[in-house]
């Protein structure tokens, strides 16, 4: 193996176990009833690339904190279509939002974080 195989693997080893302390450490905060610990340690995972950022310019790409159940995007599987874009995901996350206010069957456009249409 390279150097930068070697390194890369590490890096790797160390962002798994870290990952993993984090959450003991998030776990064993909540179970203390600890509202501010002196040290917060936050963990997400990669869902996936996304085509650009806010421009097109920009590269990006959207996490999700692990083990969350909460009914939110980032828990949401794409089925169709490209890749998404920092503005697809901010105009499907007001969306959501938005439609989790009412208690029956709604629907909402939106752009550029705004209901509209």
């Known amino acids: 193996t390279t150097l930068i195989t070697r390194k890369q693997l590490a890096a790797k080893v160390f962002r798994h176990t870290a990952a993993y302390d984090a959450l003991i450490?998030?776990?064993l905060t909540d179970q203390a009833g600890e509202k501010f610990p002196e040290k917060l340690t936050v963990t997400f995972e990669k869902?996936?690339?996304?085509?650009y950022g806010e421009n097109p310019h920009q590269q990006a790409a959207f996490y999700?904190?692990?083990l969350s159940r909460?009914?939110?995007?980032a828990n949401?599987?794409?089925i169709h279509g490209k890749e998404l874009s920092y503005n697809n995901i901010q105009d499907a996350n007001a969306a959501l939002q938005l439609l989790k206010e009412f208690?029956?069957?709604a629907v909402v456009a939106v752009k550029h974080m705004n209901p509209c249409g």
């Open 103 to 105: 208690r029956e069957p």
């Open 25 to 27: 450490a998030e776990y």
């Open 76 to 78: 949401a599987d794409q």
């Open 64 to 66: 999700r904190k692990p």
């Open 70 to 73: 909460s009914s939110n995007l």
């Open 47 to 51: 869902v996936q690339d996304l085509r």
